[in-house]
């Protein structure tokens, strides 16, 4: 009795009118406290001495977001395509569907559609065709367009709605949203009821006796607050640098030790260097604005002449490259598009079109921007590990000893190369270490092909070894995090327990 103070006090007595068990807000009215934080501060106390309980129980509910409200008054941008193409007999060029739909959101549609195997795109000498598979045909609506269906009343409790069709939904930006609610209760213990059996009197509590209270005998209408003298102080802990710091410090030591130089460049770039100079087709899906955040200022970026002719003629025909390029004609005013850089390649191949003669042994850490759903797995903005070797002879075997010694340096001596495929690059291989008894996959590497290189003048014997690999999952290993969000939460008490890393 004796160690709890008045809050305690009043929690307790209020506890014991209202029953066994009642939430905080209960406690407040009965009690009369003026906030709440003072019964959630003085049950948190009592609960460590074992008087009271706590309880939670989270639900979570499924709503509309803004672009929910639109898909289920218009449908998905896939469903209107559909119904576009059963008119059109099942095909139709997407040039002409760019002209009958917003050109935004027939590309979003495309993605979809292939991604759900309702059409496929084929390449036909009129132009690249959207045709209907037979899914396509006959399919009436999805497991997401039920949970539209579904959340057109009102929210939802999430037990309630379909895993697949919200799993496809949460992917898109601002279609839906999840609102957790928690109700708390606290519950008197049996040691807690036996004290307030005992009785429970609510005195002022002073910190130390004075003369006036020694004097005048008011000592007796007060309780004087008990000190543990035995208690342990809090642990000093000093100031340190954030643990993807660290790492970020550790990887660029790394390839400065194996003689590399560090570049860097601005994150807002067009879309001619992001895209265009890395032979991505200007219809590829990851142009769609659900993968790239374009922006509206600058309104584009100015372009110079000859490099535009270069990559313009790799991309229609293949240049001089022996490619046959992407036989579609090339637009100028997608490549000034301005955009946040999807990855740091950017930054490489600039760098190599201002400096194409050998050798060149270069690398950055930065950050890239997607639009992703943000999930265990994915973020909107993350970091990439990217790097070159330009040199005479350079090599597939001398890309993989580059990589396996990067990550010794890192701490995986266990590293596997696999054969894989990118756009960019070719061969191309992915890169994965052993961790917790199972391969995990880190990144992409491969040589730059032809149609990358050769516009700036890199032409046999040279070549370009190039890589790109994940900060953050590298980080997540190194941490031993389950969730990528984790490396990005204020959680002082962890940021507290990291260990130095060396």
Not at 416 to 435: G, H, I, N
Request: hydrophobic share 40%.
């Amino acid at each position: 009795m004796q160690e709890l103070s008045p809050i305690e006090k009043r929690v307790l007595l209020a506890l014991g009118t209202l029953g066994e068990h009642a939430t905080p807000e209960q406690i407040q009215q009965a009690g009369g406290f003026g906030e709440l934080v003072q019964v959630m501060n003085g049950s948190s106390w009592l609960q460590a001495k074992g008087l009271v309980r706590h309880e939670e129980t989270m639900r979570v509910f499924v709503g509309l977001g803004r672009e929910g409200e639109d898909a289920v008054r218009d449908g998905l941008p896939e469903r209107k395509v559909v119904k576009l193409l059963q008119r059109a007999g099942g095909a139709m060029p997407l040039a002409d569907l760019q002209q009958a739909m917003d050109a935004a959101e027939v590309n979003v549609a495309t993605g979809w559609l292939r991604r759900k195997g309702l059409a496929l795109v084929e390449r036909r000498p009129e132009g690249n065709v959207l045709s209907l598979t037979d899914k396509g045909r006959h399919e009436v609506h999805g497991p997401d367009e039920e949970v539209l269906a579904q959340l057109a009343g009102g929210e939802r409790p999430e037990g309630e709605i379909d895993p697949e069709g919200l799993k496809l939904l949460l992917q898109r930006q601002n279609v839906v949203r999840r609102r957790e609610e928690i109700t708390r209760l606290i519950h008197l213990t049996k040691k807690g009821h036996l004290l307030l059996e005992k009785g429970i009197e609510v005195k002022p509590e002073v910190n130390e006796l004075t003369t006036d209270l020694v004097g005048s005998g008011k000592w007796r209408d007060v309780d004087i607050r008990p000190y543990d003298v035995t208690s342990f102080a809090p642990t000093a802990i000093g100031g340190r640098k954030h643990p993807l710091r660290q790492i970020i410090d550790k990887i660029r030591q790394a390839f400065l030790e194996m003689g590399f130089s560090e570049i860097e460049g601005p994150t807002v770039r067009s879309a001619f260097w992001n895209m265009d100079a890395l032979f991505t087709p200007q219809d590829h899906p990851a142009r769609a604005m659900q993968d790239t955040f374009y922006l509206n200022t600058p309104a584009r970026f100015q372009l110079k002449d000859s490099e535009v002719a270069l990559v313009k003629a790799i991309h229609e025909h293949g240049g001089e490259t022996g490619s046959r390029g992407w036989r579609n004609a090339w637009s100028r005013e997608i490549g000034e598009q301005p955009l946040l850089r999807t990855h740091t390649t950017v930054d490489t191949i600039q760098w190599l079109a201002r400096h194409p003669a050998p050798p060149v042994k270069v690398f950055s850490v930065d950050r890239v921007f997607r639009n992703e759903a943000i999930d265990a797995t994915h973020l909107p903005e993350f970091h990439q590990v990217e790097g070159i070797v330009m040199e005479e002879g350079a090599n597939l075997r001398q890309l993989i000893g580059l990589l396996k010694q990067f990550y010794s340096k890192m701490g995986f001596d266990d590293v596997q190369v696999r054969a894989s495929y990118y756009p960019y690059t070719e061969p191309s291989l992915d890169v994965a270490v052993w961790y917790n008894n199972r391969w995990l996959e880190l990144g992409g590497a491969g040589i730059f092909r032809p149609e990358v290189v050769e516009p700036w003048g890199i032409k046999p014997p040279n070549r370009v070894l190039a890589w790109g690999l994940g900060l953050e999952r590298l980080g997540m290993l190194m941490l031993g995090l389950k969730d990528l969000r984790e490396l990005y939460v204020s959680d002082v008490d962890w940021l507290r327990s990291q260990p130095l890393i060396e």
